[in-house]
């Protein structure tokens, strides 16, 4: 009879144990811990496969050429950069020449699609940002046309917007010109 007891009390033991300690370790933390390590997996794997596609990326680039890589940054560069530019027109003005008097800076940069330095661009905002050159000139019209070839010949990517000219009967004419350079935000 006494053994009869001791496995109906080992029994119910047994079952005490499970709901009390076992039942709620092995649905809960256990369960928690198995649902971490499954999202960390994930993440794991979606690691992997970015860092796949950033090694592909990577190889890609490497295998442009590096005077192509310079020539497509003077092209669009990532910054305006506005001295430089000033100082190309400048010489290329003095080749032509043309004598540039005076050059405003007009950024057209704070519309709705402008972002803020080394931010990057929103979902559906341009990445190309742009600023406008007011230019002023006096030359002759050979001259004018030399600059102008030379502008459009330039690796660097320019708009003539406005081109204004004021007549004289020296030959020698006072122009005023708007150009967009355009570069990366």
Do not use: C
Not at 28 to 54: F, R
Not at 168 to 182: A, E, K, N
């Amino acid at each position: 009879m006494t053994s009869r007891i001791l496995s109906v009390l080992a029994l119910i033991l047994a079952a005490g144990i499970f709901f009390v300690y076992v039942n709620p370790t092995w649905t809960g933390s256990i369960a928690a811990t198995k649902a971490a390590i499954v999202s960390d997996d994930q993440a794991l794997a979606a690691a992997s496969e970015y860092a796949a596609e950033q090694n592909q990326l990577a190889a890609a680039r490497n295998a442009i050429d590096p005077a192509d890589l310079a020539r497509l940054d003077t092209f669009l560069p990532d910054s305006v950069d506005n001295v430089g530019l000033i100082l190309d027109l400048n010489a290329l003005a003095a080749r032509s020449g043309l004598s540039l008097s005076n050059i405003d800076v007009l950024s057209n940069t704070s519309g709705p699609n402008a972002t803020a330095p080394g931010a990057l661009p929103a979902a559906g905002a341009s990445p190309v940002g742009s600023v406008d050159l007011s230019l002023s000139a006096a030359g002759s019209y050979g001259a004018l046309q030399a600059f102008l070839a030379g502008v459009e010949r330039s690796e660097r990517l320019l708009d003539m917007r406005d081109l204004v000219v004021k007549g004289s009967d020296t030959g020698v004419y006072t122009y005023h010109l708007t150009l967009r350079l355009y570069w990366l935000r």
